[in-house]
């Protein structure tokens, strides 16, 4: 299908694009890798008057370690995580997770920012980031703020990210290279994931659950990680990981499979981690 008619603008620094969400407000969307505006603009299910396209802003690509933290360009490309020699040694979970996204093609034109922004719960990197305890680093003409990524999302697609903000930065606590899972389960290698489970151990020891495709947004396991921290086994803290979820029915599942199938999927990913 053919998309509505729209303006296309290609700023050439963060403070263009930031003067172009001012000006057009809700009229204005912006294009990082593409991968999930555009379809749904063929569609129709989205027909914004201005696509701002920061796809190509240098400024928002690079990795680096700051402190406690790597900090992450929301303009990084999944490819550049993947083969990041500071996030394999740094933050290993993330760099894994990016690994299990699409296919080349996806990971050379996918940026972690745009994954964050779209908010998909059936996507792999808001899920990791949520187990990491992520921050999202958020500027518009106002200044800049920065979001727990455990208070950035309201519902399905939804954030608190304001339609003049954009996000430029993510923070990831350095939990180096070790305890740390993911286990994923799909019917193709390239599908959405129909439940996954992210799993890393914080730098205060605690063991952090996040779960893909078992609510309306990014869901942590708190029920296992309450467990965990109580002393419980595996076994026993894998089995409450389905506890305030609300998996949604497909074709792909009901939401009965998927509460099934997130307690096995925790259970190897907390044992994988623990080894």
Not at 161 to 177: A, C, F, H, Q, W
Request: net charge negative.
């Amino acid at each position: 299908m053919i998309p509505v008619g729209f303006d296309y603008r290609r700023p050439d620094s963060i403070d263009a694009a930031l003067a172009l969400l001012a000006e057009h407000g809700d009229d204005a969307t912006v294009l990082a890798g593409g991968h999930s505006l555009l379809p749904v603009m063929k569609l129709r299910l989205a027909a914004p008057e201005v696509v701002i396209d920061i796809g190509r802003l240098a400024e928002l690509n690079y990795i680096r370690v700051d402190g406690d933290e790597v900090a992450i360009g929301a303009g990084t490309r999944y490819r550049d995580i993947v083969v990041s020699d500071v996030l394999a040694k740094e933050c290993a979970l993330l760099q894994a997770v990016t690994r299990t996204v699409g296919d080349p093609q996806v990971r050379h034109r996918g940026t972690l920012g745009g994954a964050l922004a779209h908010g998909d719960p059936a996507g792999d990197l808001p899920a990791a980031i949520l187990a990491l305890e992520g921050t999202i680093v958020l500027r518009s003409p106002r200044g800049e703020r920065k979001v727990p990524i455990t208070e950035f999302y309201t519902g399905i697609f939804s954030s608190v990210k304001e339609p003049d903000e954009l996000i430029v930065e993510i923070r990831v606590p350095r939990t180096g290279s070790t305890g740390w899972a993911y286990e994923k389960f799909t019917r193709r290698s390239n599908d959405w994931a129909i439940v996954a489970v992210a799993v890393v151990t914080a730098p205060d020891g605690a063991r952090r659950i996040g779960l893909v495709n078992m609510g309306s947004t990014p869901l942590r396991a708190k029920a296992t990680e309450a467990a965990l921290a109580e002393g419980r086994s595996i076994e026993e803290a894998a089995a409450l990981a389905a506890e305030g979820t609300e998996p949604p029915a497909d074709n792909a599942g009901t939401p009965e499979y998927r509460r099934h199938l997130v307690t096995v999927l925790t259970r190897r990913a907390l044992q994988t981690a623990a080894g």
